[in-house]
Structure formats: structure tokens, C-alpha cells
Nanobody, 112 residues
Framework: AQLVESGGGLVRPGGSLRLSCAASGFTIRNYYMSWFRQAPGKEREGVAT???????RYVDSVKGRFTISQDHDKNTLYLQMTSLKPEDTGMYYC???????WGQGTRVTVSS
């Protein structure tokens, strides 16, 4: 089983990105799935979570700007990020919490 992220890149403040996390070897709809991020010099933090019922939770700093979702046909997790700020810069990882499966990460840089 594995997770593979994509979609990171360099974006200007106020811009948008959509991160993808393709899963194989298990079905994401059956598990808690999360996005984490780690900024340079800081500890990793949870950004967003979605459970098997579709219930979502977000860290306060991204509420109203980020949206976590799933495409069950594609077995893929997404993180739509809008109104990006420099403090959103970091490595973003998706994870299947209960299975302790992590992706390799995708880098997001928000800079003018």
C-alpha cells in the first residue's frame, strides 16, 4: 500500500494550488485520511482530515481557504488551497492515519 502526492509548486501570495494524493493497495473511503505540512524549521502539523463519513476538520489557520476532498472512483485524496499565504510554505504530506501510511511529500512555496 502506498500514497503518492503531486501538485505542489511555486505560487504567488493569493494564488491557488490543488494537491493530489493517489492511493494504491487500499481504499481511502474506508479510513481517516489527512493532510499534514511541515514548514522549514518547524514541527509537522495537521492541516485537514476527512473521515469515512465525509466529515472534515481543519486547523484554524486554513479554515475557509483549504478544502479536503476525495474522489472514490480514482481512489485519490485532494487538498484545494486558495488565498495562499507565505506562511503556507512547506512540505505537504498525505496520510492514512489508521494504517500509518504516508506519502513522500510535495513541496509548496508561496512567494512573490
Amino acid at each position: 500500500a502506498q500514497l503518492v502526492e503531486s501538485g505542489g509548486g511555486l505560487v504567488r501570495p493569493g494564488g491557488s494550488l490543488r494537491l493530489s494524493c493517489a492511493a494504491s493497495g487500499f481504499t481511502i473511503r474506508n479510513y481517516y485520511m489527512s493532510w499534514f505540512r511541515q514548514a522549514p524549521g518547524k514541527e509537522r502539523e495537521g492541516v485537514a482530515t476527512i473521515n469515512s463519513n465525509g466529515y472534515t476538520r481543519y486547523v484554524d489557520s486554513v479554515k475557509g481557504r483549504f478544502t479536503i476532498s476525495q474522489d472514490h472512483d480514482k481512489n485519490t485524496l485532494y487538498l484545494q488551497m486558495t488565498s495562499l499565504k507565505p506562511e503556507d510554505t512547506g512540505m505537504y504530506y498525505c496520510a492514512a492515519n489508521e494504517l500509518d501510511i504516508w506519502g513522500q511529500g510535495t513541496r509548496v512555496t508561496v512567494s512573490s
